[in-house]
């Protein structure tokens, strides 16, 4: 008997500074939690403007790239299935409203990052806390 053949989902994580903060989500639907903005990409789209299309969606900051951080794929990142995951760190200017499959969005720094925080999202933002301090990038 033949196993169907079943591949990760393709999604984007987006890591928004704005003056020293980044900016967080708090998610409508389940899991429900904190969480960088983000989403699946779309058939015939590149990573890079499902990350742009998902942050403006979630909230409502037109945002320019700056670097792709790092992929995270634990098949366990997310617990409604398999998603690999490449994380952009963007900039933009002015205040983030939640919108689409977010309640709220606000401006976070590291010591005051919400107690729940959804998917693998606190180990990234784990990441790019030591990035800032130290210069490293997290190891593959």
């Not at 409604?80 to 976070?108: M, N, W, Y």
Request: aromatic letters at 8%.
């Amino acid at each position: 008997m033949s196993e169907k053949l079943r591949n990760p989902l393709l999604t984007v994580d987006i890591i928004i500074e704005i003056d020293g903060k980044i900016v967080l989500i708090e998610r409508k639907n389940p899991p429900h939690g904190w969480a960088l903005p983000g989403g699946f990409v779309d058939y015939g789209e590149s990573i890079e403007s499902a990350a742009v299309r998902e942050a403006a969606e979630e909230t409502s900051l037109a945002v320019k790239l700056t670097d792709q951080f790092y992929t995270y794929s634990d098949p366990h990142r997310d617990p409604r299935h398999h998603t690999v995951s490449t994380v952009f760190i963007a900039t933009a200017q002015g205040e983030p409203h939640g919108a689409d499959d977010a309640k709220t969005a606000r401006l976070c720094g590291e010591a005051d990052l919400p107690s729940a925080i959804a998917f693998d999202h606190r180990q990234i933002l784990r990441d790019y806390f030591t990035l800032k301090k130290t210069g490293r990038r997290p190891r593959p």
